[in-house]
């Protein structure tokens, strides 16, 4: 991203998806980069709240993408994973096509979404931000030159029995 990290650190860890990738292999011309995090504690965590914030551009906007993500299938016959940062190939929520759309499945197994109400462009930078606690969930987005604002929220009961708020 063009913005230093919010922290003022330098920004070291970018990842470089989508055509031409360097030291990942493209397996998708383009638009079906992977990075896991396979046998490291994040997979086992119990978060009793988090915060995801990340930056993101994409080269095309086209088809159903995900940006970031937790991988499983963990409610029975669903398709929804614990966790998927997407840019949806329709018009849901609202009738805005392209936008980026945050579902999750909370430490109860329910599922839930946020949505920015904007639709994601081709060649410009996003900074998202996704905050999760026992009772409230936001979807905050930051310009390329201004502060962060709120786009979506949900209230409720997140916490599972074991105080995780993501299944």
Same mark, same amino acid.
């Given at each position: ?25 493209? #397996? ?17 965590? @119990? ?7 990340? %930056? ?9 993408? %995900? ?5 499983? &299938?963990?409610? +029975? ?8 940062? @997407?840019?949806? #190939?329709?018009?849901?929520?609202? #009738? ?10 909370? +430490? ?6 946020? %949505? ?34 709120? &786009? ?7 916490? +599972? ?7």
């Amino acid at each position: 991203s063009p913005l230093p990290l919010r922290s003022g650190l330098p920004n070291t860890l970018s990842l470089d998806f989508g055509p031409n990738p360097t030291g990942f292999t493209d #397996d998708g011309g383009g638009q079906n980069d992977d990075n896991y995090t396979a046998g490291v504690p994040i997979q086992t965590y @119990l978060f009793n709240s988090i915060t995801i914030e990340l %930056a993101f551009n994409m080269n095309a906007v086209g088809g159903w993408q %995900a940006v970031f993500g937790k991988d499983g &299938k963990p409610i +029975g016959d669903s398709p929804v994973p614990p966790l998927k940062f @997407l840019i949806r #190939d329709d018009a849901f929520p609202d #009738d805005v096509p392209n936008q980026l759309f945050i579902e999750w499945i909370d +430490g109860n197994s329910v599922i839930h979404n946020l %949505a920015t109400g904007e639709t994601v462009v081709a060649g410009e930078w996003n900074h998202v931000a996704f905050t999760l606690s026992a009772t409230d969930a936001q979807l905050w987005v930051a310009g390329e030159t201004g502060g962060y604002v709120l &786009k979506d929220s949900l209230t409720g009961t997140f916490e +599972g029995p074991g105080g995780d708020v993501l299944f």
